[in-house]
């Protein structure tokens, strides 16, 4: 099994830059797809960004693009989530999630079955 812990999560003001960071442990990352979700209270889980295995293909929602870069360091176990322009609508807990099945370009629900860390919370005030 695939152990994943967020972190880097806060209060910001819009504007402002956070840089969350998703640590792994228990299974050699880079077999795996990885992403970001995020959840806002009374929304549904949105999938926000994923990198493939090597991290060189990457994914984004519109939403997002040009704001978000995603990355991962497998020699380290890590992926990130840098994230600029941040607005209050990115206000949301943000999950990072392994894709287990091994596929190489994993679709949202493809995440169901995989590892999923226990999330932390990205509050954007205005």
């Known amino acids: 099994q695939v152990q994943l812990v967020e972190s880097g999560g806060g209060l910001v003001q819009a504007g402002d830059s956070l840089r969350l960071s998703c640590a792994a442990a228990g299974r050699t990352v880079s077999n795996y797809a990885m992403g970001w979700f995020r959840q806002a209270p009374g929304k549904e889980r949105e999938f926000v960004a994923q990198?493939?295995?090597?991290?060189?293909?990457?994914y984004y929602i519109d939403s997002v693009k040009g704001r978000f870069t995603i990355s991962r360091d497998n020699a380290k176990h890590a992926m990130y989530l840098q994230m600029n322009s941040l607005k209050p609508e990115d206000t949301a807990v943000y999950y990072c999630a392994a894709d287990l099945t091994g596929q190489p370009w994993p679709g949202a629900s493809d995440y169901e079955l995989g590892a999923w860390g226990q999330g932390t919370q990205v509050t954007v005030s205005s």
């Open positions: 990198n493939s295995r090597s991290g060189r293909i990457t």
